[in-house]
């Protein structure tokens, strides 16, 4: 054989060699990388396509007026009515009704007043400022938080659940001003939203109370 076709056939034959090697290497990770993305897609696509990914309320706490912190779960087997509150709002004689709607159940429900100044600037006390108000002027006994934010990056991560259909579960909700109600079910589900003219005592409120 001529010394030129034995070297063809050395050179064709570790050719061959080395592509079947880089087959068996990079075949595999064409087939991962391919997986990989199409997961990627597909997860970054669901909320395109109906999908949703709530978390439960009973995971979230909050700090209270007094300093203590309080985990949701604590209330799982009753409704829960959250509002974001204010001490120099318009709105702020809803505490009286709050007040009474604790009273009408006590059994059933939680009331929890979030003082907040983001709306107006209407809340700018201090803590014990705000609890020395609500209590002298409208008894108030039920759960209140400390003063928190609720608008940006800064938003309170109950309030974040509360406005965010991907963590609910169920709707996406503005809050556009003071006393903006959230009601939730024994079960730690959104059940509903009232904007501030909806009074504690309005029966779209109470009816759902059970």
């Not at 109906?50 to 209270?64: A, P, W």
């Not at 059933?108 to 609500?134: R, T, W």
């Not at 509903?192 to 779209?204: A, C, I």
Request: overall charge positive; some cysteine; glycine content about 6%.
């Amino acid at each position: 054989m001529h010394k030129t076709q034995l070297f063809d056939k050395v050179y064709f034959l570790d050719l061959n060699t080395n592509t079947k090697m880089k087959n068996f290497i990079y075949i595999p990770l064409i087939i991962s990388f391919w997986l990989f993305n199409s997961s990627f897609i597909l997860k970054n696509n669901s909320t395109n396509i109906g999908f949703t990914t709530s978390t439960s309320l009973y995971e979230l706490s909050f700090e209270s007026i007094d300093g203590k912190i309080i985990s949701l779960s604590e209330f799982k087997g009753k409704n829960i009515l959250i509002v974001n509150t204010a001490s120099r709002c318009g709105y702020t004689k809803q505490y009286n009704d709050l007040q009474k709607l604790q009273e009408s159940y006590p059994s059933d429900l939680v009331v929890i007043g979030f003082p907040c100044n983001d709306f107006g600037a209407q809340e700018k006390g201090s803590n014990a400022q705000i609890l020395e108000f609500c209590q002298k002027n409208f008894g108030v006994d039920f759960l209140l938080s400390e003063k928190i934010t609720i608008k940006g990056n800064e938003c309170h991560p109950i309030f974040s659940w509360l406005t965010t259909k991907s963590l609910n579960g169920v709707s996406d909700n503005k809050i556009s001003w003071n006393f903006n109600k959230f009601l939730i079910n024994k079960q730690g589900e959104l059940v509903s939203y009232f904007p501030s003219n909806v009074k504690p005592l309005n029966e779209k409120i109470t009816t759902l109370i059970n």
